[in-house]
């Protein structure tokens, strides 16, 4: 195994998905020192969310979408998620740039609700009942934002990857990334052994 992804949590459960599909598997290593998805990736929030500013972010987050889709319908795995919505309230004064951010939203192919007055207000005792109704008097609501459970999403990922050949070693406490001729050689545990790859993907957070 030639591609030595470090850490399997999210990012690397993910990388090493689609590298998988992309018939790399049986290249492919995951180094865990834990066990999967055992540090900051099931402390995370998963709010999977299609509204940003950045097209760039948007596209990446339009791609995990897919991604669950496959996992759920390909795969039958089930990453408990939660479609929620996403309300965005604001004062009448910020009217303008609630209607620009739907409006960049949709060229992307976001679905959007405008909202005012006694509407917003009605949606948000509904959806956040916690917010006081005179703060604001507009708002958007975004139905397809949903989160998450982030240890399920990321086992997911790693098991559709098994699947597909890639290799997972737990307690692999990778210390150092190895050079020679200035190129990546490989890994060094912290036990002294050395891992040979060509390539060193480090997702450990």
């Known amino acids: 195994r ?25 290249r492919v290593q995951i180094l865990e ?17 299609l509204v940003r500013d950045d097209p760039a972010q948007i596209h990446l987050a339009q791609e995990t979408f897919r991604a669950i889709e496959i996992l759920e319908r390909e795969f039958g795995e089930c990453i408990g ?6 309300l965005h309230a604001a004062p009448r004064s910020h009217a303008d740039a609630l209607r620009a951010r739907a409006a960049h939203c949709a060229a992307f192919g976001i679905a959007s609700e405008w ?9 948000a005792a509904r959806l956040a009942p916690w917010l006081a109704h005179e ?4 708002a958007v609501y975004y139905p397809d934002e949903c989160y998450v459970e982030p240890y399920l999403f990321s086992t997911a990922y790693q098991r559709v990857a098994g699947q597909l050949g890639v290799n997972t070693r737990l307690n692999a406490d990778v210390v150092a990334i190895e050079h020679a001729n200035g190129q990546v050689s490989g890994v060094r545990l912290a036990d002294g052994e050395f891992l040979p790859a060509r390539i060193v993907i480090n997702a450990a957070g």
Do not use: C, M, N, W
């Open 135 to 138: 703060a604001f008097d507009v």
């Open 2 to 26: 030639d591609i030595l992804i470090i850490g399997g949590g999210i990012f690397g459960a993910a990388i090493a998905f689609y590298l998988a599909r992309r018939g790399q598997g049986k």
């Open 81 to 86: 998620r939660h479609t929620v919505g996403a």
């Open 33 to 49: 020192r834990g066990q999967p998805a055992g540090g900051a990736t099931s402390r995370a929030a998963a709010l999977v969310t």
């Open 115 to 123: 909202l005012e007055d006694a509407s917003a207000h009605a949606a």
